[in-house]
């Protein structure tokens, strides 16, 4: 009996610290080959990581004309999500709407 308690609580403290492991290890968001990851409690490291993938992927499309629709549109998807507000993808690419990072 006594062993089956302290494998219990071994299996109990495994999962907590499983847990701790998932919820707080970093979390990472990838657009073509444009990957960034940010801490998950850090709300302006993740809204900054978004913008640097929105820009990385504006290079990728810039460079080959805005040619691939799939990428375009996966960039005016995030813009929306990140930012709230809608655009074009030249208009996103090209500076005529805003992405702003935070200190």
Same mark, same amino acid.
């Given at each position: 009996?006594?062993?089956?308690? %302290?494998? &219990? %609580? !071994?299996? !109990?403290?495994?999962?907590? !610290?499983?847990?701790?492991?998932? +919820? ?9 080959? $444009?990957?960034? $990851?940010?801490? *998950? ?5 993740? @809204?900054?990581?978004? %913008?640097?993938? !929105?820009?990385?992927? $504006?290079?990728?499309?810039? #460079?080959?004309? @805005? =040619? ?6 996966? &960039?005016?998807?995030? +813009?929306? #999500?990140?930012?709230? =507000? #809608?655009?074009?993808?030249?208009? &996103? ?6 992405? *702003?990072? +935070?200190?």
């Amino acid at each position: 009996m006594v062993l089956l308690t %302290i494998f &219990i %609580i !071994i299996v !109990i403290l495994l999962g907590i !610290i499983f847990a701790i492991g998932i +919820y707080f290890k970093d979390k990472c968001y990838e657009l073509g080959d $444009c990957k960034k $990851c940010w801490v *998950v409690t850090n709300e302006t490291e993740k @809204y900054n990581s978004m %913008i640097d993938i !929105i820009l990385c992927a $504006c290079q990728r499309t810039k #460079s080959n004309e @805005y =040619s691939d629709q799939s990428l375009n549109n996966k &960039i005016m998807s995030l +813009y929306k #999500s990140t930012t709230g =507000s #809608s655009g074009d993808v030249k208009d &996103i690419c090209e500076g005529k709407l805003p992405l *702003v990072k +935070y200190k």
